[in-house]
């Protein structure tokens, strides 16, 4: 990790803190200062990640997430949670989290502190697990959960090779898109369509991805449901074959 470049983004992240702090910007200002905070304190910590991780002697290991492009009004509403420092340390720890038990975690403690998610808040806390969802394994872990099952051994392995892994998330009003990085198999339609409970569009073209309709919060479920099926395919096919 390169002191320099760590520190220059420290105090950049502390400059931004500072002016949400004061409240004296805009409202497009102080969005703009935000997602800059985020972007920041994003960077930091995977900086200080892989400085540790090199101190270990260890790779670091990266999730990749998929983009997000969204409608949806997904935040920490001001009646909520007043504060805005604490507001933006919520922000922070929405971002940094890596795993499903970490948004339960998060979750839970936000209701316990304030209250009954409100509806923004609730579509914030669904985007961010659609996204780590949709993050992309890292080898050994796909290998991992695909060799599971008793047996299953080198097929496991090669299924959990081949997962299609999420390129991109388009989460709409009434429709989410679901871009994957490789066109799925025939029989990988076959067991993914077994797999769900309510009906699944494909679509084909520049991009190949699946398409989930519903309306309010139940769109937001069903397209985890299908980020789910996704991520347990190539344990599936184990079975199946």
């Known amino acids: 990790m390169?002191?320099?470049?760590?520190?220059?983004?420290?105090?950049?992240?502390?400059?931004?803190?500072r002016a949400l702090?004061?409240?004296?910007?805009?409202?497009?200002?102080?969005?703009?200062?935000?997602?800059?905070?985020?972007?920041?304190?994003?960077q930091c910590m995977k900086m200080l990640e892989e400085?540790?991780?090199?101190?270990?002697?260890?790779?670091?290991?990266?999730?990749?997430e998929p983009r997000l492009l969204t409608d949806w009004s997904a935040y920490l509403p001001?009646?909520?949670?007043?504060?805005?420092?604490?507001?933006?340390?919520?922000?922070r720890r929405l971002a940094d989290a890596r795993s499903l038990d970490e948004l339960d975690d998060l979750t839970l403690e936000v209701m316990?502190?304030?209250?009954?998610?409100?509806?923004?808040?609730?579509?914030?806390?669904?985007?961010?697990?659609?996204?780590?969802?949709?993050?992309?394994?890292?080898?050994?872990?796909?290998?991992?959960?695909?060799?599971?099952?008793?047996?299953?051994?080198?097929r496991a392995a090669v299924a959990a090779d081949a997962a299609p892994g999420t390129e991109a998330l388009r989460v709409f009003q009434?429709?989410?898109?679901?871009?994957?990085?490789?066109?799925?198999?025939?029989?990988?339609?076959?067991?993914l369509v077994g797999m769900l409970t309510f009906q699944l569009e494909f679509f084909t073209g520049r991009e190949f991805g699946l398409r989930v309709r519903g309306e309010g919060i139940a769109l937001?479920?069903?397209?985890?449901?299908?980020?789910?099926?996704?991520?347990?395919l190539p344990t599936a096919l184990t079975v199946k074959s």
């Open 174 to 191: 009434d429709v989410a898109e679901i871009v994957l990085r490789r066109p799925l198999k025939p029989q990988e339609i076959r067991v």
């Open 112 to 154: 316990d502190r304030f209250g009954q998610l409100p509806p923004p808040a609730v579509a914030l806390l669904e985007l961010r697990r659609l996204r780590v969802l949709g993050a992309t394994p890292a080898a050994g872990e796909s290998r991992a959960r695909a060799g599971a099952a008793p047996g299953a051994g080198a």
């Open 78 to 91: 001001d009646d909520y949670v007043p504060d805005e420092h604490e507001k933006l340390n919520l922000y």
């Open 51 to 64: 400085a540790v991780a090199a101190m270990k002697g260890e790779a670091a290991e990266v999730r990749a």
């Open 220 to 232: 937001l479920h069903r397209t985890r449901e299908v980020l789910e099926a996704l991520e347990m």
């Open 2 to 17: 390169a002191a320099g470049k760590f520190e220059e983004a420290l105090v950049r992240l502390e400059e931004t803190v």
């Open 21 to 42: 702090e004061q409240g004296n910007l805009s409202l497009e200002e102080s969005l703009k200062r935000f997602e800059e905070g985020i972007k920041l304190s994003k």
